[in-house]
């Protein structure tokens, strides 16, 4: 059986028999965990586990693990800093916060491979003006030159540890005030003006091979009048065939309020996967993913199946032996430090 195109979430620390059930369908390629999925780190392996042994190949399973706002488990788990410190670091010290983020890439999907996760839907490559509060400092900065920068570390150091890495949102969510969870947002800017601002940092990344991309459900009204995750003009067009990308592509939630435009459940996914993601998140909402299920069985595609393979964590350390490495021992003292001052001149290899 081949990984479907749809991404689910469960609701709860255990597995139902519904889930299970539910998980078997063909269309079902993923799912996302959120914090009411996690209890301890015993039950979140076993949940994970269980995930694992339900069909092959196995299911992905991702979290969004960004540090700072957006950190799903953090009981027993570093606390991993807005990522913005070390765009503050970077500043004053460039090569010690390319330092800083490489280890913080690294640390951040160890801890998660380590328990069996397959993706943490990270970096943010979105680019911090200062008017948008559902990014704020979930951006490394305001220079798309930085960011791109940055976030090379961090993609880095998630392949040290094993984990491929997921740029979001494309193609820019950091110049509109409106949160896509509540409202439809519209960015009026031109796409000369998108070229030499937003999509800087996400074509750096496409030329450093990162292995996927989320879309944003934002309307850049010059560009298309719908949003860039259900736009062939910017999937197909734009990402594929100007700027080369051959990743793998996921929409962002289709039960955000911003994806409502577009239609029926139904419809948000047809739409989405017509315009070239290779799976849709469909989160909260186990009436619009039933909705979702039912509606797909004609969809296969092999090339979306094969980058979404690519996907799975390569890793072969388990949580104690993790903890008793030397290696993770410093990369959480350095976290912890520029946790607690990131303007701190730290000497660390």
């Known amino acids: 059986m081949s990984l479907g195109p ?58 969004d693990q960004e540090g700072g706002r957006v950190q799903r488990f953090r009981e027993n788990f570093t606390r991993l800093p807005p990522v913005s410190r070390l765009g503050e670091i970077y500043q004053d010290d460039p090569q010690h916060a390319r330092h800083c983020s490489e280890v913080t890439g690294w640390l951040m999907a160890s801890e998660l491979l380590a328990l069996g996760v397959d993706i943490s839907f990270a970096p943010v490559l979105d680019l911090d003006y200062g008017v948008s509060t559902v990014i704020g400092d979930r951006a490394f900065h305001r220079s798309p030159e930085i960011v791109a920068d940055l976030a090379h570390a961090y993609i880095i150091g998630m392949r040290k540890a094993g984990m491929a890495a997921t740029g979001k949102h494309f193609p820019g969510h950091g110049a509109v005030q409106a949160d896509s969870h509540t409202e439809l947002p519209v960015d009026n800017r031109s796409y000369v003006d998108l070229v030499n601002e937003d999509l800087l940092s996400f074509e750096r990344l496409i030329h450093f091979d990162i292995a996927a991309l989320m879309m944003a459900h934002v309307v850049y009204q010059p560009v298309d009048d719908k949003p860039a995750s259900f736009s062939r003009i910017w999937i197909q067009d734009i990402l594929r065939a100007q700027m080369g990308f051959q990743g793998a592509i996921f929409s962002d939630d289709l039960t955000m309020v911003a994806a409502h435009c577009v239609g029926s459940y139904k419809q948000r996914a047809q739409q989405a996967m017509q315009a070239g993601c290779d799976m849709v998140l469909v989160c909260n909402s186990p009436l619009g993913r039933d909705e979702v299920l039912d509606n797909l069985a004609d969809f296969d595609n092999p090339t979306s199946h094969l980058r979404l393979v690519r996907m799975h964590g390569k890793h072969d350390v388990n949580w104690q ?29």
């Open 321 to 349: 032996q993790l903890h008793a490495s030397q290696e993770w021992r410093a990369a959480v003292e350095l976290v912890a430090r520029y946790d607690s001052d990131p303007l701190l001149d730290m000497d660390f290899d």
């Open 6 to 63: 749809v991404m689910v979430d469960l609701q709860g620390t255990h597995l139902t028999e519904e889930e299970r059930e539910m998980l078997t369908h063909p269309m079902v390629g993923g799912v996302i965990l959120f914090t009411r999925n996690y209890q301890s780190i015993e039950q979140l392996q076993d949940l994970i586990q269980q995930l694992h042994q339900i069909r092959s190949p196995r299911l992905l399973v991702a979290v």
